[in-house]
């Protein structure tokens, strides 16, 4: 089994841009493992001061909604209106609620 | 700018009079609609086998167009005069490194490898933009290539961000990002030689300038009557402004930019038509952008042996970081 032929993996790039904020999706790219994919990561994607901290994911671990299901899965909210709190009409005195 | 020259050449078009089954024409009118809308297409939603062969060609040439673009700038890094221009070079080139694996990684998504895409590069069976087949002759024309290449790079790369395609439009609106400080830069040092350079610096960002014009302007592609595969491309969200109009934006926004410089843009038919709006300009030689863009520029041969030999060399890094994974990989572990 030769290495020549043998991609290195993708990994998905996640970069949190200061404290108290979550950790963003920004793009991917591929490296032999997370040391390497966290420096080329910091590498490419913080030049500018975007990040405090990054997460690298093997893209091969991220479990994603099939596009096909979207109505099944995403429609039912539409109408359950009452989830938002702006459904609720209240007095003006207790509105700020 | 790295999509010139991409559509060149036979390209799928939809259809292709095949038989195509009661499914697949509702997909495709669902995808018709989508387009018309306005609406992103994302990597897993149904599309047509010739946009996702269009988008991996263009895209993946794009892609090819960053990497090889390091290489003519790669020339001046042991050469650039102040260590704050060198490390400005340094950034530059780098950024495109990242550019270009921004675009690789947008053409994954539509099913082809980074190996399958490098084979193609470095057999010559995929193109690049033909304007990193010129040498780069002195500092100027590192000044130059950041204020005219990259400007008209980022003329066409703007209307890019809204492609239909959304893995490109993501990657195009970092790369324009980040594309702005490559004009700046090229702008700033020709403007440091021209208002405060000797006579010979001048001199030599005229010359500079006296070789890039033609095939900066080039870079937007033929005209488009000559550009039949424009028409399905924008039909199908890509291509969202044509070739000539993409051109005629570029010369109107750098005239006054020149003579911001006090260069002379080297055309003599270059003057303002009140009754357009518009600058008029010179006839471009298209001879030579299809000698360049068929093989037979000043550099091709050079460029591409460079690209080959770095990626043949470094087999032995990509093979010995791989090995040290596998033997260290963490065995799984029962939950």
């Not at chain 2, 490559?182 to 006296?210: E, I, K, S």
Request: proline share 5%; glycine share 8%; net charge neutral.
């Amino acid at each position: 089994m030769t290495g020549e032929k043998k991609e290195w993996p993708l990994w998905e790039v996640f970069v949190r841009s200061k404290a108290g904020l979550d950790h963003k999706h920004c793009g991917s790219l591929h490296a032999s493992d997370g040391n390497m994919a966290l420096q080329m990561a910091r590498d490419v994607y913080t030049r500018r001061s975007e990040g405090t901290s990054i997460w690298v994911v093997r893209s091969d671990q991220i479990f994603a909604s099939d596009p096909a299901e979207k109505g099944m899965l995403f429609d039912p909210m539409e109408s359950k209106v009452y989830r938002h709190p702006t459904f609720f009409k209240l007095p003006a005195s207790v509105n700020h609620m | 700018m790295y999509t010139q020259a991409m559509d060149l050449g036979p390209q799928p078009t939809e259809g292709g009079g095949k038989e195509i089954s009661a499914d697949e024409k509702r997909l495709q009118l669902q995808f018709d609609a989508r387009i018309d809308a306005g609406d992103f297409i994302e990597a897993k939603d149904w599309m047509p086998e010739n946009f996702r062969k269009t988008l991996i060609r263009q895209i993946s040439q794009h892609a090819h167009s960053e990497i090889v673009g390091m290489l003519p700038e790669g020339n001046w890094v042991t050469r650039a005069p102040t260590l704050k221009r060198k490390a400005i070079l340094l950034a530059k080139i780098q950024d495109e490194g990242g550019h270009g694996l921004y675009l690789y990684a947008a053409a994954e998504t539509l099913g082809i490898s980074r190996d399958q895409m490098l084979d193609a590069l470095h057999s010559g069976r995929a193109k690049y933009s033909s304007i990193f087949n010129y040498p780069t002759l002195t500092w100027a024309d590192m000044g130059v290539i950041g204020w005219l290449v990259d400007g008209a790079a980022i003329m066409n790369q703007v209307p890019l961000c809204r492609c239909s395609y959304a893995p490109y439009a993501r990657a195009m609106v970092r790369i324009c990002r980040e594309e702005s400080f490559h004009q700046r830069q090229g702008f700033d040092a020709l403007l440091t030689m021209m208002t405060q350079g000797t006579a010979q610096q001048r001199a030599m960002v005229q010359d500079a300038v006296n070789r890039w014009w033609w095939p900066s302007l080039m870079m937007f592609g033929p005209p488009d009557v000559d550009s039949p595969n424009s028409a399905q491309s924008m039909r199908w969200g890509i291509k969202r402004i044509s070739n000539d109009d993409l051109r005629q934006k570029f010369i109107d926004a750098t005239v006054p930019q020149s003579e911001v410089l006090g260069v002379q843009l080297p055309d003599p038919d270059l003057k303002w038509n009140e009754a357009r709006g518009h600058y008029d300009f010179g006839l471009i030689d298209w001879k030579e952008f299809w000698q360049v863009v068929g093989g037979d520029g000043p550099c091709n041969r050079e460029r591409l042996a460079a690209r080959v030999s770095a990626w043949e060399d470094g087999a032995w890094v990509r093979q010995a970081a791989m090995a040290y994974a596998d033997k260290h990989t963490e065995p799984q572990r029962a939950s």
